[in-house]
């Protein structure tokens, strides 16, 4: 291993760590629930999630067929309305995004 | 599933599942490109090892073979990752005071996003926060993303060429994980949260960048939880 490569991903690894401990020590037990502190870290969760799905979704609608994406995504909230199992719904998910992938390319 | 008892390790690694099937393609593909990149598979494992954090590894490829000085590349993939502040805090605050935390800087290392909205949801639906569980929720995503990494490197490039149909499933397993854990958190009063966080991913990620747009949804939704829009009530609201 290239000792450049190595260094890089200690820099990087050691700072990632940090990013995801340190605040975890914070004393969050003497926050008042209505603060402004509270209401942003309340927020943070359901913001990030949100953030990451459009994320991670947004570059397939470059490719112009959103068929594939809808069927995805519709599997995802039905099969969660009816099961409300996150693996059931991700698997059924992935699936119709396949099969429509899959009908659409044949 | 008890809501006295604290998690077990091994509930963890079953709420790590869909995580672990969402990990799997996309670290494969990263040693793929890595290997295709020219870089060796033990450094390709090494990176996923060490750094653990996909699209800082995915940039971490481009500023490698384009020959970025080291110190450029680090800074640029720290700042990538400063979003990962945010999630002990909030993890924290949703558990509460009674949080046992003797090995969170052992666990805190697999504190990715999926990981932080998968135990995110588990606690909405009822689990009992512990530390056996959040080790077992990390452990299971990190052997996943290092497995997909060996086998992507060694696999070397065009591995999922011949499937197109399994490579398009695969690859929306992460945006459906991700839909999947925002539903299970999902309450009425967040909801202008979400779009808030929505709409400033779009609009920074067509007129910047995906990292930028990434930066630029979550604190423009948790600064909407700031002004009121996410009112922090628990279990009362669930849509």
Not at chain 2, 104 to 123: H, I, Q, R, S, Y
Not at chain 2, 174 to 189: E, K, T
Not at chain 2, 223 to 228: D, E, N, P
């Amino acid at each position: 291993m290239r000792s450049e490569i190595l260094i890089l991903c200690l820099i990087v690894g050691a700072f990632t760590w940090a990013f995801r401990y340190l605040p975890t020590r914070m004393d969050m037990s003497r926050l008042p629930e209505s603060g402004p502190l509270s209401r942003f870290l309340s927020a943070t969760g359901p913001a990030a999630i949100a953030t990451l799905f459009v994320a991670s979704a947004l570059p397939m609608l470059s490719g112009g067929m959103p068929l594939p994406l809808l069927a995805g995504t519709g599997a995802v909230v039905a099969i969660y309305a009816l099961s409300r199992s996150v693996v059931g719904a991700t698997m059924a998910g992935s699936a119709a995004y396949g099969a429509v992938f899959w009908g659409l390319s044949a | 599933m008890s809501e006295a008892s604290p998690s077990t390790f091994v509930q963890g690694l079953v709420s790590a599942l869909p995580i672990a099937l969402g990990y799997f393609p996309i670290a494969f593909a990263f040693g793929v490109a890595a290997t295709g990149q020219g870089l060796s598979p033990l450094e390709a494992f090494g990176l996923s090892l060490i750094i653990y954090a996909g699209a800082a590894q995915f940039l971490a490829l481009a500023l490698i073979t384009s020959g970025a000085p080291l110190l450029v590349a680090a800074f640029t993939l720290v700042a990538m990752n400063i979003r990962h502040v945010l999630y002990g805090p909030a993890l924290m605050k949703r558990v509460g005071p009674q949080a046992r935390l003797r090995h969170a800087w052992a666990w805190a290392f697999g504190l990715t996003d999926e990981v932080f909205g998968a135990a995110l949801g588990a606690l909405a639906r009822g689990r009992v926060f512990s530390e056996p569980f959040m080790f077992g929720l990390a452990a299971g995503a990190y052997a996943s993303w290092l497995a997909g990494t060996a086998l992507g490197a060694f696999a070397g490039g065009g591995a999922l060429a011949g499937w197109p149909v399994l490579e398009a499933a695969l690859g929306f397993m992460l945006p459906a994980l991700f839909l999947a854990l925002l539903l299970s958190i999902l309450s009425r009063a967040q909801l202008p949260v979400i779009a808030i966080a929505a709409v400033a991913t779009v609009t920074v990620t067509l007129a910047v960048s995906g990292t930028a747009g990434i930066l630029a949804g979550m604190i423009a939704g948790a600064v909407a939880g700031v002004l009121g829009f996410g009112a922090p009530r628990r279990g009362k609201d669930a849509v």
